[in-house]
Nanobody, 126 residues
Framework: QVQLVESGGGLVQPGGSLRLSCAAS????????IGWFRQVPGKEREGIAC????????YYADSVKGRFTISRDNAKNTVYLQMDNLKPEDTAVYYC???????????????????WGQGTQVTVSS
């Protein structure tokens, strides 16, 4: 079955960096669109970044564009989220997501993904 395991979360000061990793298994990784969501308690989940399996492009939410970078290593079945210039408002639980049914050109950031990891906490505070 599809499994997504996130790692790399933690506490970081404003302006700092973190790199999240998501190890995937149970499906043919190359063919799946994959991305990251985040959620703050009491707020809706927010799609923040994805890499489309259709066109290979990366897409970002405006809130993280220019600060976060998503990448994937198909040989390792792993997707990464490099987060730079972190702000207190980036504090959230971050989830890795994937789906093999995404089949259109254009952004995949807010797609209704079927598969979710367990999440990793990122806290940005001084």
């Amino acid at each position: 079955q599809v499994q997504l395991v996130e790692s790399g979360g933690g506490l970081v000061q404003p302006g700092g960096s973190l790199r999240l990793s998501c190890a995937a298994s149970g499906f043919f990784f190359d063919d799946y669109t994959i991305g990251w969501f985040r959620q703050v308690p009491g707020k809706e989940r927010e799609g923040i970044a994805c890499i489309s399996a259709i066109d290979g492009s990366a897409y970002y939410a405006d809130s993280v564009k220019g600060r976060f970078t998503i990448s994937r290593d198909n040989a390792k079945n792993t997707v990464y989220l490099q987060m730079d210039n972190l702000k207190p408002e980036d504090t959230a639980v971050y989830y890795c997501v994937t789906d093999g049914a995404f089949n259109r050109f254009g952004t995949c950031v807010n797609y209704d993904y079927d598969y979710w990891g367990q999440g990793t906490q990122v806290t940005v505070s001084s």
